[in-house]
């Protein structure tokens, strides 16, 4: 199996230059997220307060992305990977660039252009949709490189792009995405004024940074989660705390198994407390790459603070 091959990430918000970045290899295997049998399987290490059917996610699933034709064959060196979304960011592996992180429009829409692998056999493309603790179920693609192959219709992002309104600046009060970022107004960095930790960007369950035993001082910034990655044989522990105040950042936790491929697996543990302390303390069941996701519970995703993260 191909396994523990570092990504590259394709995507000027996610510096690709990062010792930490979980390693995850190319194949992919169709674990999601069904909530409903996770949380029927998971340990709970804490529940008071919320309930896990109060805690947003929990039994949601996340719709494949809808991708519009996508030529099989092209004479390019990239091929133009669009579609619509719901969810906030889709993902697509495969290609010479390795793993790209998309931004999604208000409008739903998001386009790509992946560099195609060299060589005979073409280029397989994995592509799904992220959001809110969710995955949604793969879309497999294959697109192969032949000179001789007619020119698709609007073959790059470029001009009808999204990719054309990088450089607009943020209107903080619109509803509208002027940059392109996927991230709106309040929740855009260009609006909040909130100062990252050192682990950002830490948004979403790709590329994950691995974080080893000690203390941390960690912030969630508005709409924005942090996730963590810790490698464990069967049998080791993971065992943390998270520290703050809830009447400020309503913090939950969440611990998955990742899938061979790195994908955010299944849900294995959870912290929902209403106190000012969350924990887990967990012996994984299977060696392998677990993701831990810290973020605000609630109906307000604009809500930031500052927190402890200490592991054992
Ligand atoms: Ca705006
Ligand atoms: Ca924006
Ligand atoms: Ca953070
Ligand atoms: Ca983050």
Known sequence: M??????????????????????????????????????ASCKADKVEGNSPQEDGGAVETLEVPLLDAIPETTPNDTVAVRGTSKGQRVVVQGGADGTSIVAILPSGSFCTDVELAEGAGGTDLTVYAIGNGLISEPTSLLVTKD?????????????????????????????????????????????????????EPNDFPVNVPVIGPGTYELRICPCRDDWFAFERQAGQRIRLTADFEHDILPLNLRLYKATSSGEQGDL????????????????????GLYYLRAYAFGTNPTETGSYTLTIQ
Do not use: Y
Request: hydrophobic share 35%; with cysteine; net charge negative.
């Open 2 to 39: 191909d396994k523990a091959r570092p990504l590259l990430v394709h995507n000027t918000d996610w510096p690709d230059n990062r010792a930490t970045l979980a390693k995850v290899g190319l194949l992919f295997k169709q674990t999601i997220v069904i909530a409903a049998l996770a949380l």
């Open 268 to 287: 294995v543990a959870f912290s929902f407390s209403s106190t000012d302390q969350e924990s887990l303390d967990e012996v994984v069941e299977t060696s």
């Open 147 to 199: 000179a001789t192959a007619p020119q698709p219709a609007n073959p790059t992002c470029s001009g009808s792009s999204p990719n054309s309104c990088e450089n607009n600046n943020e209107i903080c009060d619109n509803e509208e995405d002027e940059n392109c970022d996927g991230w709106i107004d309040i929740c855009d960095r260009q609006c909040n004024d909130c100062i990252s930790d050192a682990f």
